[in-house]
C-alpha cells in the first residue's frame, strides 16, 4: 500500500460518511475523479484497499459496492505519520492560516520544511490547488490565493452569500429537482440524528457546503454556483479550525431542514427568506467568533 493510494482511501471513506451512503452503494472509477481530482488507476487501487478491509465488495464487471457501511466509521488505513499526505497537508494549512508561510512558496523551500520528497509534496499541493486556496505558477513556485483571514473578511463574505444564494432561490430559472433535494435531506437527517458526532470537522463542513453547492445547483446559474463554490473554498481552512458546537450544529442543522421544507412545499420565496436569515445568523456568530 503507498502513500498515494492510502490516502484516497482515506478521502473515499471521508466521502462515504459525508453522503451517508447505505448498504449496496455503487462506487464507480468514474464518479470518484471528479471528486478526488486524480486519475482512475490510483483510484481502482484505494478501492481495492477497501475491498481488502471489507468495507467495500468488488463485483467481477460491474465495480465495487458499499458492503458494510459500519466499517466506515473506522479509519480506511492505519494512523497516519507525520509525513503522510494528510499530515502535510493540515501542517500547511494550518501555517497558512498562522501566517507562517509567505504567499509565494518553491517546492525545495516546503520539501526541506516538512522533510519529505518532491513527489509527495506535489500530491498534497495538486489537492489543494485542487481546492482552489493554491496555484502553480507559470514558472516556477506556487501562489496561495486570498483566504477569508479576519473577521471583516468573514463578514464580507457571508453579506455576498447573502446577496447571492437568495438570489439563486428566487430566480425564475430556478427548478426543483426532487432527487437533489432527497439526498441533501438525507443527508441533513443524518445529521439530526446524531451522525455529525461521527464525522470530523472536515468532513461536516464538506458535508454543508455540498447542501449550499446543491441549492445553488438548482438555481440554474451555472455562475452562481460557481461563485458559491469558490466562497466555500475560501472558508475552508478557517472551518476546519473551529471547535464544534452541539447548540450551533443543531441550530445550523434545523434552518436547513427547514429551508428545505419551504422547496419541497413550493414555495422559493419562503426558502429564500430563510436562507437570508440562515446566513445572516451565521455572520453574526462568526463576528464574535475568536477565529483569528
Not at 71 to 90: F, V
Not at 244 to 265: P, S
Not at 277 to 286: E, I, N, P, S, T
Amino acid at each position: 500500500m503507498n502513500e498515494l493510494h492510502r490516502s484516497l482511501a482515506d478521502r473515499i471513506i471521508r466521502h462515504i460518511r459525508t453522503s451517508d451512503m447505505a448498504e449496496g452503494a455503487h462506487l464507480t472509477e468514474a464518479g470518484l475523479q471528479d471528486i478526488l481530482g486524480t486519475s482512475r488507476q490510483p483510484i481502482r487501487s484505494a478501492l481495492g484497499i477497501l475491498a481488502e478491509q471489507g468495507i467495500l465488495q468488488k463485483v467481477p464487471n460491474k465495480g465495487f459496492f458499499l458492503c458494510d457501511p459500519g466499517l466506515a466509521q473506522a479509519d480506511a488505513a492505519p494512523p497516519a505519520d507525520e509525513t503522510s499526505d494528510e499530515a502535510i497537508y493540515l501542517k500547511i494549512a494550518d501555517e497558512r492560516l498562522s501566517k507562517h508561510l509567505p504567499d509565494r512558496v518553491s517546492e525545495n523551500d516546503l520539501m526541506r520544511r516538512y522533510g519529505i520528497s518532491r513527489l509527495a509534496l506535489r500530491r498534497v499541493l495538486t489537492r489543494i490547488s485542487g481546492e482552489g486556496w493554491i496555484e502553480r505558477n507559470e514558472g516556477r513556485g506556487w501562489t496561495f490565493a486570498a483566504l477569508i483571514d479576519s473577521v471583516e473578511a468573514y463578514r464580507e463574505c457571508y453579506e455576498l452569500r447573502q446577496v447571492i444564494e437568495t438570489h439563486g432561490l428566487r430566480s425564475p430559472s430556478f427548478r426543483l429537482d426532487r432527487n437533489i433535494l432527497a439526498d441533501l435531506r438525507r443527508r441533513q437527517t443524518m445529521i439530526a440524528e446524531g451522525g455529525w458526532q461521527k464525522l470530523s470537522q472536515m468532513e461536516l463542513f464538506e458535508t454543508n457546503s455540498e447542501f449550499h453547492e446543491g441549492l445553488a445547483e438548482l438555481s440554474g446559474n451555472r455562475f452562481l454556483l460557481s461563485s458559491v463554490q469558490k466562497l466555500n473554498q475560501l472558508r475552508r481552512l478557517v472551518e476546519y479550525r473551529q471547535t464544534l458546537n452541539t447548540d450551533q450544529v443543531r441550530g445550523q442543522n434545523a434552518e436547513h431542514m427547514g429551508i428545505l421544507d419551504a422547496l419541497d412545499a413550493g414555495d422559493t420565496g419562503l426558502a429564500a427568506d430563510l436562507m437570508f436569515a440562515h446566513l445572516g445568523k451565521a455572520k453574526d456568530r462568526k463576528a464574535r467568533a475568536e477565529m483569528f
